[in-house]
Nanobody
Framework: QVQLVESGGGLVQPGGSLRLSCAAS????????MNWYRQAPGKERELVAA???????SYTDSVKGRFTILRDNAKNTVYLQMNSLKPEDTAVYYC???????????WGQGTQVTVSS
């Protein structure tokens, strides 16, 4: 049974930090690209950060220099370190595991991040 379980969300003041974790099970984690998406109220889900099987990371422009995506294949876990948080970072954050051949997409249940004073 495939599972992606996010944790680490919460309420934080502007300028603060959070670290999200996503623990994966039920599939061969090391062979999947892993992504963090977010969805704010009334907005479409957007890709925030991605890390390939080989460990190459990429980010959407609005989080570059503030967020860092990391993976630990030994722990089947992907992380999103979020620093200098802004109110516009408020959203539900989702972990995603993606593979092209064969095509597979797995999703976690999401974790709420709220940035507010």
């Amino acid at each position: 049974q495939v599972q992606l379980v996010e944790s680490g969300g919460g309420l934080v003041q502007p300028g603060g930090s959070l670290r999200l974790s996503c623990a994966a099970s039920g599939f061969t984690f090391s062979t999947y690209d892993m992504n963090w998406y977010r969805q704010a109220p009334g907005k479409e889900r957007e890709l925030v950060a991605a890390i390939t099987r080989a460990g190459s990371a990429s980010y959407t422009d609005s989080v570059k220099g503030r967020f860092t995506i990391l993976r630990d294949n030994a722990k089947n876990t992907v992380y999103l370190q979020m620093n200098s948080l802004k109110p516009e970072d408020t959203a539900v954050y989702y972990c995603n595991g993606h593979k092209v051949l064969p095509l597979r997409d797995y999703w976690g249940q999401g974790t709420q991040v709220t940035v507010s004073s």
